[in-house]
């Protein structure tokens, strides 16, 4: 990831700037909706990539204290997927198949009896109830440091 | 299928108020089927959107509209791929999307 952001600076115009979109450190919610109601929270069963997130934050930070990056702004927003069923948003993501079989893979199972358990709330909540997955995201601009040549 | 992602535009939002991409030649990394390239890409002088991913490469360019070709190009490689031939002080703005 530090390989990657120092061509990032190579490639970029010495004036030009780095838009880097990344999810919170948090695990994404399951949520459904009965109009503008929130009526079932839960976190994504699925959500795997904290380390990942980690690592690239870590190498961020690397590449800022050796001077090729400057943050110039910063902001959060709600990145939801919307769904008209758990499987949707289950096929969707890919994180599991969205069939009813059993699955060897404990993890996997454990994400579609969740799923699973989810559809059921969404049927018994009426009609017009839609599942969305809540992702809480940062957005960060940063701007090369092109008179700092020499990392320290 | 009737799925939806982020029909709210939040993160459209959020882009935009970071960057005016007027005139601007962009490169994206990790542009998926191009779900966030079409919210910008019609101010763009110019975008390189890449993805290691074959089938979303393939879904972009079916999708891509008319009045977008000649400016917008979709290509399937890994960013260590594409930076290994990719010319210094090329871009204007490179955009990191979800791509940790």
Redesign the interface.
Known sequence: ?VH?LE??Q??????????????LIEAPLLKIYQGSSVIFVEPDPSYD?EE??R??NAALTQVIQRGLFVIE?R??????????SAQ??L??WGKASADDNISEDPAEQRIKEVYARVEEIRQAAGEGAEVALHER?R?L?LNPNSRNEEPV | MTVSVDPENNETRALLALLDFSARRVLEIGCGDGRLTWRYADSAEHVMAIDPKADAITRARENLPKELKGRVEFHQFTFEDFSATGEPSSFDSIIFSWSF
Not at chain 1, 10 to 23: A, E, H, T
């Open positions: 990831m990657a061509e990032v190579r490639l970029l115009k010495s004036d030009g700037c780095l838009i880097d979109i990344q999810p990539y990942d997130l690592q690239a702004e902001s959060e927003f709600d990145f939801l997927t919307h769904g008209s949707e948003l096929a969707f995201a957005i601009r």
